[in-house]
């Protein structure tokens, strides 16, 4: 249509000489005819009709193509992806494809069931048997008697012939009798849907309920600086100090300044199971473990050539990673005659370090974009992993599902990739369109929470394995570098280039589903 075209049909009066011929009816009522066209033409072109009308039969129209949208840095859109048995993933409706939260989801059927009723004469009164136990994202929300999308009709509303006949009862008047806040021209099967019970909707804290100010607080991805003990104590590394701060009661207490030892600096800290040690790492490749009781230093472990970016805990063993690409793991039950056992393979920075919840399987992420599988009995890996496009720092095991290993890329990524150790394939992979820095299981429910740095900073709680968003929590103004969970397992504290520690309620012990424990299984069984 050319725009001399398009300006005629928007536009009321086009030409101001010509004006609306009114015709009187036999009934009295004036009839206006059409606008006459100034070049006498005979052809008529209508008015447009109301927007409203054009947007529902717009909607109407079955989608065949998605359009692209250009992302937004305020709006979160994750694309729905699904595993197939012979690729990684696809996307459904396109890189933006965003779905219903549970809660509007739920409105929107009870509004559709509410209208089908009053205007289709459907006896709908409980929308429960149709909401999904897991919706996707994407999922249409289909109720009894609805068109598929994908039908050749484009007709607005279908006809048919109605099954029965609604029964009057007493006077027109009168037939509705008072029924309090749903009293009105409802009938009794929208009054029974509206007083139904409703889904108990999942509701999480949008801001924490703690800051603490964390100055030089360092913004390096390569780092872990951020770790909460089983004796619910938070240990923060800041520059060339260590600082313990006691969730119980706010004390703060300095553990150790390393600026005394040649300019030396923290690069990553990590608690003992029993939360009674606390190991140290440090810019020139220095492994410290100290006692928080008598807050001394017991071990001092050299070994590496460049800094500890991290290290994991298995019950008296210490693993460290470290720049020089090579992982050590030391008994401290040893003393000082303590042998170091030297797994190297990956080709660049170790950033990732995780124990199984067996303790019998170590998962390490580098900067090689490579995820290994170690286990107690080899020095090389018996797993290897390349689907990452970029350096792999967050890492979880599912205490949940046994052999359920989640790990994240950084900002060439943007990945979360869960995988089958106990077969070695790949399951599911959600890009979560920024850096993922950090990533941990809840202890309660199959549920993770990941935080992310370029280029939306935020925190997402998921469902597994729907792996659909259940909330976003905004605050930092940085990267979100750092990650660690309270030891009941509620709440979560997360640090950022910001110099701001933030806590979070996320998680909730209610509900926690009950593991059952097979008597097969003799890793429970053994005392």
């Known amino acids: 249509m050319g725009s001399t075209e398009e300006r005629r049909v928007l536009s009321q009066n086009v030409f101001p000489g010509t004006s609306p011929v009114k015709i009187y009816t036999p009934g009295g009522s004036p009839h206006v005819t059409p606008t006459k066209r100034g070049d006498f033409g005979d052809r008529f072109i209508p008015l447009r009709q109301p927007a409203a ?25 994750r694309p729905y992806t699904h595993t197939s048995p012979t690729g990684p993933t696809s996307n459904r409706y396109g890189s933006n494809g965003l779905s219903l939260p549970d809660e509007p989801r739920q409105e929107h059927m009870v509004h559709r069931a509410l209208l089908r009723n009053e205007l289709l004469g459907d006896a709908i009164d409980d929308v429960r048997p149709y909401q999904p136990c897991m919706p996707c994202p994407g999922d249409e929300i289909v109720m009894p008697g609805d068109r598929p999308r994908d039908s050749p009709s484009r007709n607005l509303y279908a006809f048919g012939v109605r099954q029965h006949t609604p029964t009057k009862y007493g006077d027109p008047s009168t037939s509705q009798p ?82 005394t030892n040649d300019g030396d ?23 410290q473990i100290w006692d928080i009781h008598t807050q001394q230093k017991i071990h001092e472990l050299a070994g590496h050539t460049s800094r500890v970016g991290c290290l994991a805990w298995n019950d008296q063993l210490i693993c460290s990673g470290s720049r020089d690409r090579s992982i050590m ?3 401290l039950r040893a003393g000082n005659n303590y042998s170091d056992r030297k797994l190297v393979a990956h080709r660049q920075e170790v950033c ?46 599912s205490p949940h599902h046994h052999g359920l290993l989640v790990s994240g890329g950084g900002t060439a990524d943007r990945c979360l990739r869960f995988w089958n150790t106990l077969t070695g394939q790949a399951m599911q992979c959600i890009d979560t369109g920024s850096q993922v820095c950090n990533v941990a299981w809840s202890k309660h429910s199959s549920e993770l929470v990941s935080t992310h740095g370029y280029s939306y900073n935020h925190v ?20 979100v570098l750092y990650l660690a969970m309270s030891p009941d397992g509620e709440a979560i504290v997360t640090g950022a280039g910001d110099e701001t520690l933030r806590f979070w309620h996320v998680f909730s012990k209610s509900g926690a589903p009950r593991t059952s424990r097979s008597k097969l299984n003799l890793l429970h069984s053994m005392r």
């Open 53 to 77: 009308d054009l947007q529902a039969r717009y909607s109407a129209i079955p989608c065949t193509t998605a359009v692209a949208e250009h992302d937004s840095p305020n709006t979160f859109k």
């Open 352 to 397: 990732g370090l995780k124990w199984s919840p067996d303790r019998q399987y170590l998962a390490s992420g580098g900067n090689d974009n490579q995820l290994l599988v170690w286990n107690l009995r080899r020095n090389d890996p018996c797993q290897i992993y390349t689907e990452h496009n970029a350096a792999v720092k967050a890492l979880a095991w």
């Open 178 to 259: 008072y029924g309090g806040i749903l009293s009105g021209p409802l009938s009794e099967d929208s009054k029974r849907l509206l007083k139904s019970p409703r889904k108990p909707q999942r509701k999480v804290p949008k801001n924490p309920y703690k800051v603490l100010d964390a100055p030089d607080l360092q913004d390096d991805f390569y780092l872990n600086l951020v770790d909460w003990s089983s004796q619910n104590m938070l240990s923060v590394g800041l520059n060339t100090c260590v600082y313990l701060w006691s969730a119980n009661n706010s004390q703060v207490i300095k553990l150790c300044d390393l600026s």
């Open 265 to 287: 600096s923290v690069t990553s800290v990590q608690w003992a199971d029993k939360g009674d040690l606390l190991a140290v790492g440090t810019g020139k490749g220095i492994t």
């Open 460 to 479: 997402i709680i998921w469902k597994y394995p729907s792996m659909t968003p259940v909330t976003k929590l905004t605050g930092h103004n940085f990267r």
């Open 329 to 331: 793991q030391r008994d």
